[in-house]
C-alpha cells in the first residue's frame, strides 16, 4: 500500500491550494480516504474523509464549507481542495485510509481508524 501526497505550498490567507494523494497497491474504491493534519505542537487531528461505498463526505466543523474533497477511483486519486484559508490551517496534510469514514472524522479517535498514512505535504498560510 502506497499513499502519496502532493500539492504543498505557501499561499496568503485567503488563498486556495488543492492536495492530492494518489494510491496504489490495493482496491482503491473499496475503502473511504481520509484526510487529516498536524500543526508544530498540536495533536493529529481530522479534516474530512470520503467514504468508499456511496461516495459521503465528513468535515471537521473548523473546514466545513471552505474545503471539499472529492475521490476519482479511475485514476486512484484524493484530493481536498482548500479555499479561504486561514493561518490557523498551516500543517502538514496527510491522508490515510479506512473502512470506517463517517462523522467521527474530527474526534481524536478517529485516527486510528485510519491503517495506512501517507508521509505529509506541507500546507503553509501567511497572514
Known amino acids: 500500500v502506497q499513499l502519496v501526497e502532493s500539492g504543498a505550498g505557501l499561499v496568503q490567507a485567503g488563498g486556495s491550494l488543492r492536495l492530492s494523494c494518489a494510491a496504489s497497491?490495493?482496491?482503491?474504491?473499496?475503502?473511504?480516504i481520509g484526510w487529516f493534519r498536524q500543526a508544530p505542537g498540536k495533536e493529529r487531528e481530522g479534516v474530512s474523509c470520503?467514504?468508499?461505498?456511496?461516495?459521503?463526505?465528513y468535515y471537521a466543523d473548523s473546514v466545513k464549507g471552505r474545503f471539499t474533497i472529492s475521490r476519482d477511483n479511475a485514476k486512484n486519486t484524493m484530493y481536498l481542495q482548500m479555499n479561504s484559508l486561514k493561518p490557523e490551517d498551516t500543517a502538514i496534510y496527510y491522508c490515510?485510509?479506512?473502512?470506517?469514514?463517517?462523522?467521527?472524522?474530527?474526534?481524536?479517535?478517529?485516527?486510528?481508524?485510519?491503517?495506512?498514512w501517507g508521509q505529509g505535504t506541507q500546507v503553509t498560510v501567511s497572514s
Open positions: 497497491g490495493f482496491t482503491f474504491g473499496y475503502f473511504g
Open positions: 490515510a485510509i479506512t473502512m470506517k469514514c463517517g462523522p467521527t472524522i474530527a474526534t481524536p479517535q478517529s485516527q486510528y481508524e485510519y491503517d495506512y
Open positions: 470520503i467514504s468508499d461505498s456511496d461516495g459521503s463526505t
